[in-house]
């Protein structure tokens, strides 16, 4: 059974940091690309940011503007999403997401969900 | 970036009854498109991928057609447990967007 476990979400003050956490199981790993998706309460879906299976390309949506790193370690089976220079419209629940293929932006499964809240 | 906009925002329909919601693409996105499925509370499922191709554990009442920039998912007849939230995304081109969703619920 494909499990995705996020971590790592919590409050923080605008400006601060916060690295997620998604622990794989279930599936090779090593073989699919990952994906972070947010949803900000009330509101649609977001895509963050992609990784390919070597951790070679990462691609992120044009709102991150450098301020949040994507990565992965295949020994592991996790993949992180390091946040810098947080804003309030950053508050959301941050999905992890497992991709079709690498890369095949197309998530068949889904973490339940961290809740980053960013606020003073 | 790809803009894609669903309609209706929201749809009223019976169980039993026919769906057809709608998402249009800023530009062309070939067939690279998928669509996903919401309830209250809970992560996203993926229904449809590439257009037209049901997803693992899909009902077969649950179709997408179309390529370029208009693509519809149709249900036929629905049931109960298919009112909830439904996305479109395209992954044609970065950033890869999503629709912002439209609303069905029940009569």
């Known amino acids: 059974e494909v499990q995705l476990l996020e971590s790592g979400g919590g409050l923080v003050q605008p400006g601060g940091s916060l690295r997620l956490s998604c622990a794989a199981s279930g599936f090779t790993f090593s073989a699919y690309a990952m994906s972070w998706v947010r949803q900000a309460p009330g509101k649609g879906l977001e895509w963050v940011s992609l990784?390919?299976?070597?951790?070679?390309?990462?691609y992120y949506g044009d709102f991150v503007k450098g301020r949040f790193t994507i990565s992965r370690d295949n020994s592991k089976n996790t993949v992180y999403l390091q946040m810098n220079s947080l804003r309030a419209e950053d508050t959301a629940v941050y999905y992890c997401a497992k991709d079709l293929g690498d890369p095949h932006p197309s998530h068949d499964y889904w973490g339940q969900g961290t809740l980053v809240t960013v606020s003073s | 970036e790809v803009v894609l906009t669903q309609s209706p925002a929201t749809l009223s329909l019976s169980p039993g009854e026919r769906a057809t919601l709608s998402c249009r693409a800023s530009?062309?996105?070939?067939?690279?498109f998928a669509w996903y499925q919401q309830k209250p509370g809970q992560a996203p499922r993926l229904l449809i991928y590439?257009?037209?191709t049901r997803a693992t554990g899909i009902p077969a009442r649950f179709s997408g057609s179309g390529s370029g920039t208009d693509f519809t998912l149709t249900i036929s007849g629905l049931e109960p447990e298919d009112f909830a939230v439904y996305y479109c995304q395209q992954r044609n081109n970065w950033p890869i967007t999503f629709g912002q969703g439209t609303r069905l619920e029940i009569k």
């Open positions: 590439d257009a037209s």
């Open positions: 530009q062309s996105v070939r067939s690279y």
């Open positions: 990784i390919s299976i070597s951790g070679t390309n990462t």
